[in-house]
């Protein structure tokens, strides 16, 4: 894993040297954040994975026992793997549906905008401002049956006599990419700027077109960005269970959903192994991922 | 200005003079501007249904559509049960879990930066991890210790906290991190050079060059710690946040008010945004 | 001026010896050794990358040397901190703070020594680098030139004993280029300070400094005041690098103990068939195979047979022209010889004698007092700029 996640060092300026720079006050400045990440991080994640092998017959009140009880696994992904497939596609669409959305926006930001940069910037940044769960209840007044976006679509023929929008699959993809987008559109946006605007009229200057200009000098160049982008909009998305609840229907539930549930009605054995298992599915996805890409830089 | 117009005029010797005139170009140039805007306006679509609704005055407790205009919402904000207590909770542990993640993060990110020693991947790692790392599961596993330590019992503000800081706490050296590696460290060996000590060259060169970065990070934090819910509904215990108020009330019928407090939010953070912003420009202007 | 760190008594040179620098496996600065003389203005001059920055950024301690010491007057400072350095830096890059004025970044030093008053002293500053006015502005608004000057300004103030200039003047027009030289000339007399000057100018280097030294591959390959390190260049890299040499392989035939083999010291040599001589005391080899080398401008072409106006002493026959570029001041000559090779040679325009043309059959005229022998086991190649080959 350390492979891929390796930072820009080569590319980055050596430190200063001078004064204290040996390992010791390194190691003092990253003791708190560390200490603080090994106890409320590391450790929780053994602990789960314990956790995800006790007994289930026990309970929160009974207690559990430590049986190393593999079977957790195959009865959690046996009865949850249709809501496991589902939260990837959906993740998967809606991480897609942000690189769509994203690029033209950050890209317009970088080098259409002007003097409306800044504006633009915070306007993305804006929909933070508001409370993320508020927000997505708008959308279920967006998508509401009886709102003029499903009567517009009705009228046009894009939706039947009785079709809906809201408690539908499209809704759930549409959520998560509306909550995610930013996390999307900021790093693409911080890379994009980075490009310096000569490098784009020395490609022209070397008699390239536009479009051979954008795949052979933009595109690369934004790669950084667009893999952190990525990351940044699947991950959240595939664990997510907001989206499904509040604008989907039973059957668009995630696995997010059922970890939730299987949680709060005390099944932690069950609960530990399915979060265990998303979390490796994502790390392993992510691994592959950011080994095709090419990028060294995350985030 | 565009590259698009400078390679048409490297490249566009053939045609015409005025044949570049006219609606269809301007839309050719400018059609990356206008894909964006319109996304834009779907970004923002949902802040304005917000405030909208902030004036709506409904029919009935599960009614969706906007049934009538009213002011009633503004002036009895805490009039639904509990509103603004898990408002005051949100704010107090937004604040703390800023301050925390801000402060950790950002000596991480100047050790990760400006110091070598041993085992930086493995901090890399370390960093980078919980971010990977979905809601539901960050939740669960830190609930997972908390039952386990024998503190189930006791979640609440202080277990909100912790994960908070959790949480936050990678985004802010990743964002301070990104700062300060754009920081060329020859202006902090300028300084040193121009006989500034150590402690000297930090507050007078680094941190002020930094700042915008761990101001950044910050914001960051607090909208993270605000908004969150998955994580903090696992580890709450009987503590009421906003977001899980937002949630109670979806399943029983939202109160228009929270479309108040939505909007009340937004505009605070924007009027934040924009005296920074002209703040900062006068200072360049001058 | 301030007289906090004016020069303290003679003897204060800035020693370097066994100076070396590595980064992992690349040895940037090789084993190093250099006396720069108190309030002397020395130019480090060498192709890009030969480790002129890393020498300088050790001597301003923001590189920890590997091996060596660096020693001024009888202080040895080669671990001290950089603050703690009476030596100030003038970076390529300039780093300028870019949060700061101009004013601000100029009087940065001055105020970390516990100054008060230092806005005289700022806008005086100001004024010598021809920056009055913009005091206020920040370093983006300003052209690269005029950052440069900040730059130095922000340096000079301080009066350090030893001042690092890193190509100081790369990014100003010849014109300005040439009123700072003059500038910086001036203030270094005036104020006695020792300046280390890096340059890619080679013209810059010669008419600035009292001693340059030609640096290559981490090493100085040779030392001294200009004209010694032109007429009489100790290594092939040297000859090519300062300015052009034609080298042309020959053998020492005689004269190089006390035989008689001609007038005076000089080294008598075989080049191709011929017999040419060199002047003893220029001769780094004077046995066995060698370089013979001549600068274009002391080759004087004649027709094939036809003696030059001034006898010369040397002369090869059998060239032809087969180039001629007429460039001002000058017109250059390239002469294929017979044995392949193709030399150059430069004559003054100054209306004396007919040009000539492409494919005339000439000799090659000079003096043996402009010879200079080389050791053949050198590439002859070295330090020619890729555009000259
Ligand atoms: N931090 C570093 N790590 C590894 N190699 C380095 C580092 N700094 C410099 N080098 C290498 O050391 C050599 C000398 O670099 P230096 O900057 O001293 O060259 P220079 O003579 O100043 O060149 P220029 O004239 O182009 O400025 C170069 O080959 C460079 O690549
Ligand atoms: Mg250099």
Not at chain 2, 256 to 273: C, D, E, H, K, R
Not at chain 3, 151 to 156: C, Q
Request: proline residues 6%; hydrophobic residues 45%; glycine residues 10%.
């Amino acid at each position: 894993m350390a492979g891929p996640l390796r930072t820009a060092e080569p590319s980055a300026p050596p430190p200063a040297p001078g004064g204290r720079r040996g390992g010791l006050s390194g190691y003092l400045l990253l003791l708190p954040g560390g200490v603080w990440l090994a106890l409320f991080f590391v450790v929780p994640t053994a602990t789960l994975v314990a956790t995800s092998l006790y007994d289930p017959s026990g309970s929160l009140q009974l207690g559990y026992r430590m049986t190393g009880h593999v079977q957790n696994y195959a009865d959690s992904l046996q009865d949850y793997a249709p809501q496991l497939v589902r939260s990837f596609v959906y993740a998967g669409t809606a991480t897609l549906a942000c690189v769509v959305l994203g690029f033209p926006l950050a890209y317009a930001i970088a080098f259409k905008a002007g003097r409306w940069k800044n504006l633009m910037l915070v306007a993305v940044i804006a929909p933070f401002f508001t409370s993320f769960l508020v927000r997505t209840l708008s959308w279920q007044y967006i998508l509401g049956d009886n709102e003029a976006l499903v009567s517009f679509l009705r009228a046009v023929r894009v939706l039947g006599e009785d079709g809906h929008l809201l408690a539908t699959p499209f809704a759930v993809v549409t959520g998560l990419t509306y909550n995610f987008l930013p996390f999307m559109v900021l790093p693409l946006y911080a890379s994009l700027e980075k490009i310096d605007h000569r490098f784009l009229e020395a490609a022209a200057d070397l008699y390239s077109s536009p479009f051979t200009a954008f795949r052979t000098v933009t595109l690369p160049l934004a790669m950084p960005g667009l893999v952190a982008g990525t990351l940044l909009t699947f991950i959240p998305s595939a664990g997510d269970y907001i989206n499904s609840e509040l604008l989907g229907n039973p059957q668009t539930r995630m696995v997010g959903n059922e970890i939730q549930d299987l949680f709060a009605a005390g099944d932690y054995p069950t609960a530990s192994a399915l979060s265990v298992t998303l979390m490796a599915a994502i790390v392993l996805l992510v691994f592959v991922y950011v080994r095709r890409s090419g990028t060294e830089e995350l985030v | 200005m565009s590259t698009a117009t400078a390679t048409a005029r490297r490249t566009g010797r053939g045609s015409g003079r005025g044949a570049g005139r006219g609606p269809g170009r301007w839309l050719a140039d400018h059609l990356v501007l206008v894909l964006g805007l319109l996304v834009l306006v779907y970004m923002t679509v949902p802040v304005l249904v917000v405030m909208l609704m902030s004036f709506n005055d409904p029919a009935s407790r599960n009614s969706y559509s906007f049934d009538g205009f009213t002011l009633a919402n503004w002036t009895d904000v805490c009039g639904p049960y509990q509103l603004c207590e898990s408002l005051v909770t949100s704010l107090q542990i937004g604040l703390l879990a800023t301050l925390g993640a801000t402060l950790l993060g950002t000596l991480m990110a100047f050790a990760m930066v400006r110091h070598r020693f041993r085992g930086r991947s493995a901090a890399n790692l370390l960093i980078f991890l919980p971010m990977a790392t979905p809601e539901v599961v960050m939740g669960s596993s830190l609930l997972a210790l908390f039952v386990n330590v024998g503190v189930a019992g006791f979640l609440g503000f202080w277990t909100i906290l912790v994960a908070h800081v959790l949480f936050c706490l990678s985004f802010v050296v990743v964002t301070v991190k990104a700062r300060l590696a754009g920081l060329d460290p020859r202006l902090e060996q300028a300084a040193m050079d121009l006989y500034a000590n150590e402690w000297q060259t930090f507050w007078r060169i680094s941190f002020p060059l930094v700042f915008p970065g761990i101001l950044g990070a910050a914001l960051l934090s607090f909208s993270l710690s605000f908004d969150d819910f998955i994580i903090t509904n696992l580890n709450a215990g009987q503590e009421v946040t906003f977001p899980m108020f937002v949630w109670g009330a979806a399943q029983r019928g939202i109160p228009p008010q929270i479309n108040v407090v939505g909007t009340i939010m937004f505009l605070v953070a924007m009027s934040v945004v924009l005296v920074g912003e002209l703040g900062s420009r006068r200072r360049a202007g001058r | 001026m301030s007289q906090e760190s004016a020069p303290q008594g003679a003897g204060a040179d800035l020693v370097l010896s066994g100076l070396t620098k590595r980064f992992a496996t690349f040895t940037a600065v090789d084993d190093l050794d250099l006396r720069v003389p108190q309030g002397s203005f020395f130019a480090l001059l060498g192709p890009s990358g030969c480790g002129k920055t890393t020498t300088l950024r050790m001597v301003a301690g923001l590189e920890e040397p590997t091996a060596g010491t660096i020693t001024l007057g009888t202080d040895d400072i080669t671990h001290l901190k950089p603050y703690k350095r009476p030596v100030n830096t003038v970076f390529q890059s300039y780093a300028l703070f870019p949060h700061l004025s101009i004013a601000a970044n100029v009087a940065f030093g001055l105020r970390r020594r516990g100054r008060k008053q230092v806005a005289e002293d700022v806008e005086r500053m100001l004024d010598l680098v021809e920056l009055t006015g913009l005091a206020d502005r920040r370093p983006a608004q300003l052209s690269g030139g005029q950052q440069q000057r900040v730059a130095l300004a922000r340096a000079l103030i301080n009066q350090p004993r030893v001042l690092l200039l890193d190509e100081p003047l790369g990014a100003l027009d010849l014109k300005l280029r040439r009123q700072m030289q003059i500038e910086l000339k001036r203030i270094q007399t005036e104020v006695g300070l020792t300046f280390v000057h890096v340059t890619h100018d080679q013209e810059e280097a010669m008419t600035m400094a009292d001693t340059v030294a030609v640096m290559n591959a981490g090493r100085i390959e040779q030392l001294g005041p200009p004209e010694v390190l032109y007429e009489c260049p100790a290594t092939t890299f040297v000859a090519n690098f300062l300015g052009q040499s034609n080298l042309v392989a020959g053998r020492v035939v005689g004269g190089s103990g006390v035989s008689g083999g001609g007038d005076g010291g000089d080294v008598v040599l075989d080049v191709h068939g011929a017999t040419v001589r060199a002047d003893r005391a220029r001769a780094v080899v004077a046995q066995g195979d060698v370089w013979v080398g001549v600068r274009p401008e002391k080759v004087v072409l004649a027709p094939a047979g036809v003696a030059p106006p001034e006898p010369a002493g040397n002369c090869l026959r059998g060239g032809v022209v087969s180039d001629v570029s007429f460039v001002g001041v000058s017109t250059q000559y390239l002469v294929r010889m017979p044995w392949g090779q193709e030399l150059t040679a430069f004559s003054q325009n100054s209306g004396h004698h007919e040009r000539l043309r492409t494919g005339a059959a000439v000799d090659l005229h000079w003096s043996p007092a402009h010879t200079f022998c080389l050791d053949a086991s050198q590439d002859a190649a070295a330090g020619v700029e890729p555009e000259d080959r």
